[in-house]
């Protein structure tokens, strides 16, 4: 019956701390970090991997591109 009594308590402890978290997250708007999936992305420029530059006309084929920012740790 104690060991009821302390996983009970336990649980209810760790359920407050999950609430107590997650109301102190802050709410980002995301319509702000950025063009959205599906947006017309603004001209740009850049070196790719090999130092070439390429721009956005350079990498679009028919059916438009996916471009994908990769950030590394390496860096």
Do not use: C, H, K
Not at 5 to 22: D, E, K, N, Q
Not at 35 to 45: E, I, K, M, Y
């Amino acid at each position: 019956m104690l060991m009821l009594r302390r996983f009970s308590l336990y649980s209810s402890l760790l359920v407050a701390l999950a609430v107590v978290a997650g109301a102190q997250q802050p709410q980002v708007a995301i319509d702000a970090l950025g063009p959205q999936a599906g947006a017309v992305v603004p001209a740009f420029s850049g070196v790719d991997q090999f130092n070439r530059p390429q721009t956005l006309e350079s990498v679009s084929g028919s059916e438009g591109a996916m471009i994908v920012f990769f950030r590394s740790a390496d860096w």
